[in-house]
């Protein structure tokens, strides 16, 4: 067992409050609280799924999270690697993170074969896990982080208005885990993070923004993939009219890439697939690493930031299996059972519905794997014919 101290570990932050207006305009910070931040990047998606108990709001992540905790461990190559997508950890960030001052992410598992447990735990030096120097820094209520200097905020108190500086409230926070996990979850749903957290705003879960697909999804970098991979083959229950899917039926290789979504780092999710949501603020902690934050950071792990060194796994038994994948991602092993009870769901009868297969290309394979991450109609918006907002429809 891990011995806790008996003070928790917090990090220091300076919020400046137009009380007025009931809004943050922007915090002031030494590195731990920026490295914190940073260290958001690296948390696997798997990992935020589970700290918010299978309600992180990104896209079809949770469904794709409970799918694998509700499969038998018949279905994977071993027990081991069904852990590995419910406790998904990244090594060389876990031994970043674990210098960090406050941890958020502590539910380690085979504590003692966790490769962080062989380095030094105590709290970064003065140069931090990822910045360097003794800087201060701002951040703006979006999330976006740039060294302290007089010119950046005179622009800040020119953009919010701000004729006497004094009349700001500066409000000096200690804040823990729970505080900072509070934090990452009001980036990943708001676009004014510090407002949400200083002022308590409940982190509803109103995201009907998910059910349509942004303009900008497709992204013209190459996601990190093995370019050796093949096409993949689905079948498709849908209406005749294209404008609702089912499910695809797929097999053990589709289910691999699903999966191992996982155990994607966030950071490498924005960075590859790009700002998709217009409701979250994660995105400029990103920007950050190469933009505002650049010159302050450690250029190796500026780099380790920018490209992780994930490694691809098969999780699935490899065989004649057969599973069905739902619009919104469930994943069920083929069965009459199962088809029946999707098909009731629907409400459909037979007459309207056909199969259709796709030969999907890698392309083809990495847009819907991006649709994953940001909408709750994965198949059906990236496979059916387009439609406008007006003709989605949202289930329950």
């Known amino acids: 067992m891990l011995e806790r101290k008996s003070e928790e570990p917090t990090v220091a932050v300076k919020l400046f409050v137009d009380k007025e207006r009931s809004k943050v305009l922007f915090a002031e910070s030494g590195n731990e609280f920026v490295d914190v931040l940073f260290g958001f990047l690296t948390l696997p998606l798997g990992a935020v799924v589970r700290l918010f108990g299978k309600q992180s709001q990104l896209g079809c992540l949770d469904e794709v999270y409970k799918s694998v905790e509700d499969l038998s461990t018949d279905y994977f190559q071993t027990e081991e690697h069904k852990t ?29 074969q966790r490769p962080q447990c062989a380095v030094n735990t105590a709290a970064a030096d003065s140069n931090g896990v990822f910045v360097e120097g003794c800087f201060k820094f701002i951040i703006t209520d979006d999330l976006q982080i740039a060294p302290a200097s007089t010119s950046l905020m005179l622009s800040l108190f020119e953009k919010f208005g701000v004729r006497d500086p004094a009349f700001l409230e ?46 900008n999804l497709h992204s013209e970098q190459e996601a990190d993939v093995d370019n050796k991979q093949r096409n993949v083959k689905i079948k498709v229950l849908q209406t005749k009219n294209n404008l609702s899917l089912l499910y695809a039926e797929v097999g053990v290789d589709f289910i691999d890439l699903l999966f191992g979504l996982l155990c994607i780092p966030l950071g490498s999710i924005i960075r590859v697939y790009g700002d998709r949501s217009s409701n979250r603020c994660v995105d400029n902690i990103c920007k950050s690493v190469v933009g505002g934050a650049k010159g302050c950071m450690n250029p190796q792990r500026q780099w380790f930031l920018q490209s992780p060194c994930v490694v691809r796994r098969e999780y699935v038994k490899p065989g004649v299996q057969k599973f069905m994948v739902t619009d919104d991602l469930r994943v069920l092993p083929l069965s009459l059972t199962s088809t029946v009870q999707v098909v009731t769901e629907s409400k459909y009868q037979s007459k309207d519905l056909v199969e259709k297969e796709f030969n999907m290309t890698k392309a083809q394979v990495m847009e819907l794997l991006r649709a994953a991450v940001v909408t709750r109609n994965t198949l059906s918006s990236v496979l059916l014919p387009p439609r406008e907002k007006s003709e989605m429809m949202i289930y329950d």
């Open 84 to 112: 590995m997508l419910l406790e998904p950890f990244i090594d060389d960030a876990a031994i970043l993170c674990d210098k960090l001052k406050v941890k958020i992410d502590t539910d380690l598992r085979d504590v003692g």
């Open 170 to 215: 500066q409000k000096i926070l200690q804040l823990n885990a729970e505080k900072i996990t509070s934090l990452l979850k009001r980036s990943l749903t708001t676009k004014q993070a510090l407002t949400a957290f200083y002022f308590n705003a409940p982190c509803t879960n109103d995201d009907s923004y998910l059910y349509m697909l942004p303009e």
